[in-house]
Each structure stands twice: as C-alpha cells, then as structure tokens.
C-alpha cells in the first residue's frame, strides 16, 4: 500500500539557504531537516577534499538529523575512457567518492558512467560492464558496504539509458540505477518521455528487470529541464519547464513504489518541497 512516506526527498547539494555557520555538509544537513524534507545528496562533483574527521562529522549530524545520505561522485568519470590514464583518473575519483562517502554515512553512490565517445553503443556495454564490476569488487574487498548508482543521462551521446543502467544493475551485484527522470526526458530531444504510460513503461522496465526490489529503492533525480535535438542543455525550476512530473508521481503511487527523491532544480530546496507536496497530496488522495 502506498502511503505519503514512500519517498524522501531533498536536494542534491546543500539547500541553497543553507548558513554559513555551521556550514558545510553538516550544516546543509541541519538545514534540510529544518527544511522538513528527508535526504541529502552530498555534491562531491569537483573533487573529494574531506578528512576522515569531517566526515564522521556528517555522519554523526545525518544520524542524529535523521537525514538519508548519499553522495554524487564528480563529472570527471568516463568508464569508456579510451586511454589508460583518463581509466585510471576516472575509477580513482569513483573510488574516492565511495570511500569518503561510506565513512560519512553514504548509502549509495551517483556517477556519470561516460561517453560513448566514437564507439558503437553495444560494444561500449561491456567495456563499462567489465570496468564498473571491477570498482564493485575492490570495495567489497574493503568491506566498503554502499551502492553504485550509474545515472540515466540527458545526452545521446552519452552511455546512460535506462535499459544501460538496469542491465548494469542485473549484471552486477551492489549496482542500481539512478534515474533521472529529466535526463530521460530530454535524451531524446523531441519532447516525449513525458506522461503517465511513458513513466510507467521505465518502471515496467525496472520491474522486469529488478523485481519488487527496484521499485521499492528507487534512486531518483528530478528537475525541469531545458534541451534541444541533441538532448539535455541545462537544469530549471519546475514552473519554468514542461516536465509533466504530476503525471511521474501518479505513475509511482500506482506501482506502490519507494525511495528517495533529489531535486537539481536551480531553486532545489523550493522545488524540493514542492515535489514533497505534491506527491504525499496524490498519495492521500489514492489512499
């Protein structure tokens, strides 16, 4: 049964309104559970500059915050990179955000998977197959307990569709996608992806592919989204943009599904709560 507590949601960064003091993740922690919302994705998208002691300090505020953790791995990763020097800078960076972001109470882990560069997409797959496997296995070797989210992209030149990214998840043990639903949007670049049968076929897909088990841990980004014939151009406030999401959270009610929701809208923290609005509104109303 669906109930208005399915889904957390949040911001991917600090709340925009976060203060200075004590600021930081600990205080974009603070500032989110004041906010009333539920999750906080930790934006490490440049660089993974924490120390061990900062980030026993998010943990312990997300504890004691209540607030769900995870961590957006910088843009610097390509798993189809087509030198040995850009794979080994690019796996070192997913590594790194993995590591920091379990010992600051992480539980999953977002990352660009790559391009496809020149490449067929079908023989891209395995390439990115085989490289993330690799990464899943030197942290299970540390006993690095978190999960892998390659995420849907909003380019078509881009590995990251949502077929990629549950295959990865059914190939790989310690992997799930992160789909964002703009990006899926705005892929193809013609306005489609953008109702109910269209959000409900991507959860058929999940479904079929993942089982219950990916409905009810859904990893979620969602923003309006601005694009063009080629895809995706830049993040908007939700009244800005055409992105029926009314008609994705109907579609998630309806599958009972569950899990955490990211706003990247450039107004996050509002869009965020309106989001939270909206979906427990329709969820009241179907229960």
Request: proline residues 5%; charged residues 25%.
């Amino acid at each position: 049964m669906t109930t208005i507590s399915n889904f957390l949601f949040g911001t991917v960064g600090s709340p925009i309104s976060t203060p200075p003091r004590p600021g930081g993740s600990p205080g974009g922690i603070l500032r989110t559970a004041k906010l009333g919302l539920g999750a906080l994705e930790l934006a490490w998208v440049q660089s993974v500059r924490v120390t061990d002691k900062t980030c026993q300090a998010i943990k312990t505020t997300a504890d004691q915050a209540g607030i769900a953790l995870s961590v957006h791995a910088q843009y610097f990763i390509n798993l189809n990179a087509q030198t040995k020097d850009l794979l080994k800078a690019g796996l070192a960076r997913l590594l790194a955000a993995a590591r920091a972001g379990y010992l600051a109470g992480a539980t999953d882990i977002v990352f660009h998977p790559g391009s496809y560069m020149t490449d067929d997409p079908d023989k891209v797959y395995p390439v990115v197959r085989k490289r993330l496997a690799e990464v899943v296995d030197q942290l299970r070797q540390e006993q690095i307990n978190v999960t892998l989210r390659p995420e849907t992209m909003g380019k078509r030149a881009m590995f990251g569709t949502l077929e990629e990214t549950v295959q990865l998840a059914r190939d790989i043990d310690g992997v799930l996608p992160c789909l964002d639903f703009a990006h899926l949007h705005a892929r193809r670049g013609d306005g489609s992806f953008n109702s109910y049968e269209e959000f409900s076929d991507a959860l058929k897909i999940v479904a079929a592919g993942l089982g219950r088990r990916g409905l009810k841990s859904l990893h979620i980004h969602l923003s309006g989204i601005d694009y063009g014939p080629k895809g995706e151009k830049k993040h908007l406030p939700l009244k800005d943009a055409d992105l029926k999401y009314r008609e994705l959270f109907r579609a998630l009610i309806d599958f009972d599904a569950s899990g955490r929701v990211l706003c990247e809208s450039p107004i996050m923290e509002k869009d965020a709560q309106v989001m939270q609005r909206t979906y427990r509104r329709l969820a009241a109303k179907k229960g």
